[in-house]
């Protein structure tokens, strides 16, 4: 129990600072945060079209991250090289840049990223704790009117708080991505603890991801159930070897401490603040051995009482229970499996659940490994 407190302990210690992170800045979802800055200087100077601009170090580019006034299916193709143009000079100089009769002053390729012909450009830095997180770029104000110095002090203003809540906001990205990180980690460590069960986190989350999309759950839930998928056993590392590891069937009351690994992995999960980014993998930690009869455990849900992310673990962890070779099974084929999943349908599975799985397994002849890899899966 010493290695379930240890990890308990880690996970409150990194929770405050999350927590702390967020009571700093309300919003914290980066692409949220990208358009919300944007939308503020654009309603403010009243502004006909506006980019966000953020530098990729990596990559040596400038990339756009919000727009107004432009399509919104042209972001991910809108790049600069380090340094081109006005908007790689104002972040290299951290200078507001500012140009009247833009036409007349500018080539037609300096912006020919903007819908319109631009008459008035105005071009500001975000800066926040001595560094440079990308720039802004306003573009002719509406009735034909040009940006005045009244404009430009407002919108450096503007952007120096802009800054402040994009740095929190990638500060608790970070943090949040290497929270993760560390979680997805255990689990892998978790996995290794049997050699035989290597793996096995990662391919349930992965048949969980493929069953989310063919539901058509949005990229957003999709990530949510791969994530919940991964961390569902997490609560294995409260088990004790000789039972994790037993190579013959449990006891009954080896059993029963086996059942705790549910429990465990909430207790776990449930130490992070705020819940609400792990609420769906808390419940899906706790409740994937649920059945639609009753029969599971811990809490002895049927049917819809059982959140959706934890019947469609259910069914992509029997499915890779029952196909996974252990020193007392064989394991069997992922026809024979598919067929025990038909059976069991109903009774300890969520049938529409089960169908929406055959189907993916018969679209790819039973070989889940020639399903192409994309997105989180």
């Not at 000789?242 to 029963?256: A, N, V, Y």
């Not at 992070?272 to 930690?285: E, G, V």
């Amino acid at each position: 129990m010493a290695t379930i407190t240890m990890l308990e302990s880690k996970v409150k210690e990194l929770s405050k600072m999350l927590e702390a992170l967020k009571e700093l800045n309300a919003a914290i979802d980066l692409q949220d945060v990208f358009q919300g800055i944007l939308d503020q200087m654009v309603m403010i100077v009243e502004a006909e079209a506006a980019i966000l601009w953020m530098p990729d170090n990596e990559r040596k580019q400038i990339s756009a991250k919000a727009a107004v006034g432009l399509a919104a299916e042209r972001l991910p193709d809108l790049t600069l090289a380090e340094g081109e143009g006005i908007v790689g000079k104002v972040i290299q100089n951290r200078d507001t840049d500012f140009i009247d009769n833009a036409g007349e002053a500018l080539p037609a390729c300096s912006t020919a990223y903007l819908d319109q012909h631009a008459t008035s450009l105005l071009t500001v830095p975000l800066q926040a704790k001595g560094n440079v997180l990308g720039a802004i770029q306003l573009m002719n104000r509406k009735n034909g009117r040009f940006f005045c110095q009244r404009n430009i002090k407002l919108v450096v203003m503007l952007a120096e708080q802009s800054a402040l809540s994009l740095h929190n906001s990638q500060m608790y990205d970070e943090l949040y991505k290497m929270f993760v990180s560390m979680i997805r980690m255990l689990a892998e460590a978790l996995d290794a603890r049997d050699p035989l069960t290597k793996g096995h986190s990662e391919r349930v989350a992965r048949y969980a991801w493929l069953i989310g999309k063919r539901l058509k759950l949005d990229s957003q839930m999709c990530f949510e159930l791969y994530q919940a998928a991964i961390l569902h056993d997490i609560g294995k590392i409260g088990i004790e070897d000789r039972i994790l590891r037993k190579t013959t069937g449990l006891t009954d009351s080896e059993f029963e401490l086996m059942k705790k690994h549910t429990e465990i992995g909430a207790r776990i999960l449930s130490a992070i603040k705020p819940n609400r980014f792990f609420q769906k993998s808390i419940d899906t930690a706790m409740l994937h051995h649920e059945r639609m009869d009753g029969s599971g455990y811990p809490k002895q849900l049927k049917g819809e009482q059982i959140p959706l992310f934890a019947r469609i673990v259910g069914v992509a962890d029997a499915f890779d229970a029952m196909t996974t070779e252990r020193t007392y099974s064989k394991g069997m084929s992922a026809k024979h499996a598919a067929a025990e999943l038909i059976r069991c349908k109903d009774s300890l599975f969520d049938p529409d659940i089960v169908d929406i799985f055959i189907g993916i397994l018969e679209d790819c002849s039973y070989d889940l490994e020639s399903v192409p890899r994309t997105d989180a899966g």
